[in-house]
């Protein structure tokens, strides 16, 4: 049973810093670099130009670094190896940038009119909200960084009140909305490891499921390998390997069946090993299974059409049956098993027709129709047989 377990602490704050590297790196430069265009554009005409180059190129620096520094801490999976030290590089890049911001606002402020005192801390304030969906996956590198650019500006406007009218109320807004933007802040950050954990889950209950869809994969598949096994067993002939009689009875139901539908033919040859008995009295039992593997073996040489099956009915008595075979093609098979087994030279003193081993067989060829029992296919094969032995065993007789 899977079980819905919360993720580790410490993966959780590896994959915070990870997904704030992921996104912070792009939306963070694109905002500071909407704000120092905007920034410049504002003071242009009441600054060095030099100077205002100057800035504007050290904080494009500077963001340039810290976004390399993510680059290079998510190719090396620093994240993983020393997510403490990274999680505080990260944190005082972020409070060095709100300082620039504040510092630049504090700097500039006294030369500026009080509408563009008003328009650079809206630039401030935007470059803040803005880094409140890309930042807080962290929210200490988001703190650090509103607090860095706000708290100073804020203290600054109250510190400095009489110097203009609405600087008062400008500094307790700031405070107000450094408090809020946390408030906010706490609530999606929040949000946002609840999102981790939730796929973290998934992901560790997908991986499971994976686990034990292959693990029950390999066990059907044992068990069709044992099933086949099994089929095997109660199908084959432990010594010569062939199909035994249950195999030979369902393969001949299945092809006299087929044969009705198709009006086709169906051929059966019943094979017996002459002399066997007084082979086994002279040469010994082990000697006369030999002999029936080996003939088992030329049985599986002659059935090379698909659909043909060869079984050991029993004893020393075998089955050819050759599915869509008329009876010139049942004799010339019946004739060349004939010959490889005599051409196997397996002495056979004790036999009476010949000075090696030698084969009687029956062959019967049939279209059968709809009284025709399967089981009667082997009843006038084994009559043709017994023929075979009647005319002095060695011999083939069709019927």
């Not at 069946?257 to 090993?273: E, K, Q």
């Not at 093609?329 to 005599?342: F, G, H, T």
């Amino acid at each position: 049973m899977i079980y819905l377990r919360n993720i580790p602490e410490s993966e959780l704050f590896s994959a915070q810093l990870e997904l704030l590297m992921q996104h912070a790196r792009v939306a963070s430069m694109m905002a500071n670099l909407i704000g120092v265009i905007a920034v410049m554009g504002l003071l242009w005409p009441y600054f060095d130009t030099g100077g205002l180059l100057l800035w504007g190129f050290g904080l494009l620096s500077l963001l340039l670094l810290r976004s390399l520094h993510m680059s290079s801490a998510l190719a090396d999976r620093r994240y993983l190896s020393g997510p403490q030290k990274l999680f505080w590089q990260l944190v005082l890049g972020s409070a060095v940038t709100g300082l620039v911001w504040s510092g630049t606002f504090i700097l500039v402020s006294p030369y500026l009119p009080v509408t563009l005192q008003y328009l650079l801390l809206l630039i401030v304030v935007f470059i803040s909200v803005i880094s409140l969906a890309v930042m807080v996956v962290v929210r200490e590198y988001f703190l650090a960084f509103i607090f860095a650019a706000l708290w100073p500006i804020a203290w600054w406007s109250l510190a400095h009140f009489w110097d203009q009218p609405y600087n008062l109320l400008l500094g307790l807004l700031l405070l107000a909305l450094t408090g809020l933007l946390t408030a906010a802040g706490n609530g999606i950050h929040d949000t946002f490891r609840r999102m981790l954990s939730l796929s973290w889950q998934q992901e560790t209950m997908t991986r499971e499921l994976g686990q034990i869809t292959g693990s029950l994969r390999d066990r059907n598949v044992q068990l069709q390998e044992a099933r086949r096994q099994l089929t095997d067993l109660a199908n084959i002939d432990e010594l010569t390997g062939l199909g035994n009689r249950r195999l030979i009875n369902q393969t001949l139901r299945d092809e006299v069946n087929r044969a009705r539908r198709s009006h086709g033919w169906v051929s059966v040859i019943l094979i017996d090993v002459d002399y066997f008995k007084k082979y086994n009295d002279t040469y010994g039992h082990p000697a006369g299974d030999e002999v029936l593997r080996r003939i088992g073996d030329i049985m599986q040489r002659v059935t090379a059409r698909a659909g043909e099956v060869a079984g050991r009915y029993g004893g020393e008595e075998f089955i050819l049956v050759l599915p869509g075979a008329k009876a010139p093609d049942a004799l010339r098979a019946a004739e060349r098993l004939q010959r490889l087994v005599y051409e196997e030279n397996i002495p056979h003193s004790a036999s009476d027709v010949s000075d090696r081993i030698s084969i009687s067989q029956g062959v019967l060829s049939i279209m059968p129709d709809e009284d025709v029992d399967p089981g009667v296919l082997v009843d006038r094969a084994d009559a043709a047989l017994y023929e075979a032995k009647r005319e002095g065993r060695d011999k083939i007789a069709l019927v």
